[in-house]
């Protein structure tokens, strides 16, 4: 099961009621935060998540609504006995950025291990879970995320015996590991049966709609999407600006084949996005507009 969190669902600067830009995934124990603006500790410690088991932290662009939050975040993560080391993904200017910042925050008990993206359409691989990253188009450097949640494949018992395989390796080779007997090397698909389809979340903010996103995107259980601006007569000031209105985030969710959109990181300016969630439900059919602390658990698709 995958916990998903919209801590924050503000762009630009906080106002009341609505927290700036952060998601939170919870997996195993463990956690992972895209972006960290103003309000996230404020919005996890409403939610009662704990600050322990955030073992990974993504973000997307380094303008100040996505990243001002992170010193705190950092002092309060060490206060809660985090000893153990800390990822930090970004794209380029990663170590710039977090030096400057560090600067409030300096002597974590725990090491930073900040992992630069040079090439934007990269794979990280953290044991069952799977971060892909995507260029997108904003006034700077900025990338996208998918979180797949990998599912374990089933002893298949017909599959080790017409292989031949030894009982006594048959447990290491369901937990996908190689393995050798009597000189014979035998690998986990000799005793495992079809992948199975896992938990796929996709983020991307602050962006125009790309097409390389439909592909990014693509039969994801959740796709959350900035749509800065709710009018359709706003789209000129989205193209000048590098964000999206309703629509076209509705439109890369039906063309990417989503089960559900969240629409997140409004305008200051747009007091109420409820009033403008049609211009998303006349394209794509599950639409949700984000708000602080919007949470879901996400099951993997026939349990058996």
């Not at 097409?211 to 259980?221: C, H």
Request: contains cysteine; hydrophobic residues 40%.
């Amino acid at each position: 099961m995958l916990d998903v969190c919209l801590l924050g669902c503000g762009g630009s600067m906080p106002v009341p009621n609505r927290s700036l830009t952060s998601l939170l995934l919870s997996f195993n124990g463990r956690k992972i935060l895209i972006d960290c603006g103003e309000g996230t500790q404020v919005s996890m410690k409403i939610l009662g998540t704990g600050f322990k088991k955030i073992d990974t932290i993504c973000f997307t662009h380094y303008h100040a609504d996505h990243v001002i939050g992170l010193p705190g975040l950092l002092l309060t993560i060490a206060n809660s006995g985090r000893c153990e080391p800390l990822n930090i993904i970004g794209p380029m200017g990663l170590r710039y950025i977090i030096n400057g910042l560090l600067v409030v925050a300096p002597n974590l008990p725990y090491e930073l291990n900040l992992i630069e993206i040079e090439q934007c359409n990269s794979q990280i691989n953290f044991g069952d879970i799977i971060i892909n990253t995507i260029e997108l188009e904003h006034t700077i450097p900025c990338i996208g995320y998918s979180i797949e949640v990998l599912r374990k494949r089933k002893f298949d018992i017909k599959k080790a015996i017409q292989n031949n395989v030894p009982k006594n390796i048959w447990s290491k080779l369901q937990a996908n590991e190689s393995a050798e007997e009597d000189g014979i090397h035998f690998v986990p698909d000799m005793v495992l049966g079809e992948r199975r389809k896992g938990i796929k979340v996709s983020y991307a903010t602050d962006t125009r709609p790309i097409p390389g996103l439909i592909d990014f995107i693509k039969a994801s259980d959740l796709f959350v999407c900035e749509g800065m601006y709710g009018a359709n007569e706003e789209i000129e000031k989205a193209m000048q600006n590098k964000h999206m209105i309703f629509k076209e985030a509705a439109e890369l969710a039906k063309e990417g084949e989503v089960k559900e959109l969240w629409l997140t990181h409004f305008s200051p300016s747009l007091t109420d996005p409820n009033e403008y969630v049609k211009n998303a439900e006349d394209i794509f059919h599950n639409v949700k507009i984000g708000e602080d602390r919007l949470f879901k658990s996400f099951n993997y698709e026939n349990s058996e």
